[in-house]
C-alpha cells in the first residue's frame, strides 16, 4: 500500500559513494502491515550508491540475502514490507556485480487494440477504462475484472475475446479464472470521477489519450487525459492512476489544467449500484463502500466497491438513479488525491462483507499512519 511515508534523510555529504544504502522502516501504529510499498527518491539512492542500473539494483532485509522484488521508476525505487506492530525493519540497497534475472511481475497495464482500452491489474484484482473506440456507448467509468488466480489475465483474456460477437466477449464468462461481471454504463463505475454542477455529475466521456508510466514488478502507473469544456473555458484532465502488487484500490491523482488557475472545482467520484447492495458510510471516515451480490448468478459470489478519500477531504455524500456519490473540493491547476476500487469473494481474500470493512478500515489506518523511513549510508 502506498500512503504519505515520513521520510527522513540523514545521508551526510562525505564525497564519494558508499556501497549501500540502509533504508530504516519503522511502524507507528499499533496494526500489522503487509506489502507495503517503500518509495524511496531515486536522487537520494544516486547520492550514495552511484549511478542506479534497474538491471542491476538490489534490496535485501539486514541480514539477510533474499532479493525482494524491486522497481525503478524515473523518480523512485520501489519495493515492498511485511512489518508487525510497531516494529522496525531494516534494508539494504546496492548494486550487485551483474545483471539480476528478470522478476515476474503481478502487476500490468495495456493499451488494448482494435478496443483502445486501457487494461490493468495485479494478483488480486483487474481494471480498465473505456477508450475512443467505444465512445457513443460509455463514458469515463471505472470497470472491475474480477479474478480468481494470481497470475496475469488481462492479456489472455482480450487475445482469447478477438473475434467476439460486440457485447458477447468470452471475458463475462468465468471459465475458471474469473470474468467480467461488472456492469458500468454511463455510470463512474467503480470509482471513476466527474465534475459536481448545480447538484448533478458532469462527465467528459472516454479518455482522448493514455501513457503507461511505469509497469510492474511493484506497481502499475499510467496516465489518461480527458477534454472538457467547463463554463465556457475548454480544461484538460490528467488523471493518473496506479496500483500496487498486493492491493485491491488504486490511487487515483486528478488534476484539471485550464486558463483560469485556481478556479473552484468539486469533484464527484462514484460507485454505481447494483442490485441488493449495501451502502456504508462509517462515521468519522471519509469512506463510502458498496457491498452485495457481483449478479443475479449466487454462483458469481459477492463484490465490494470503495472510495476513500484522505482524511478530512469529503465535503458532501449524494446519490442519483445510477450511483452513490462522494464529493470533494479542488480547483484548477491543483491535484485532488484518493483511492478506489473493488474486492471479491472468488478468490478467498474476502468471504464476507465484514472482510471487505476490515481491509478497509485498515487501509484508512495506514493512511492516517505512515510508516517513518529514515535512510543512512551502509558499510
Known sequence: MRNGLILALLISSTPGFAQSLLVTVKNPAAIVRSHETIAIPLSKAVEVIGEVDPARIKVCQEGKENSLAVQVTDREILF????????????????????????ASVVSGMFVLPREDYAWENDRIAFRMYGP???????NGIDVWTKRVRYPIVAKWYKEAEGSTPGKDTYHQDRGEGADFFAVGRSLGAGGSGLWQEGKVAQPGVFTSCRTLTNGPVRIAFALRYAWVVDGDSLTEEKVISLDAGENLNRIEVRFTGPRTGQHLSIACGLVKRVNIVASRPKGRCLLSLWGPTTGDSLAGSLGTAIVFPSGGCTEYAEDKDQHLMIGESSVGAAFVYYAGAGWTGNGVFRSEKDWAAYLDHFTLQQLSPLEITLTRGK
Open 80 to 103: 515492498q514490507s511485511d512489518i508487525g506492530l510497531r516494529a522496525t525493519k531494516r534494508y539494504v540497497v546496492r548494486m550487485s556485480p551483474g545483471r539480476k534475472l528478470p522478476q
Open 133 to 139: 473506440a467505444l465512445a457513443a456507448e460509455v463514458n
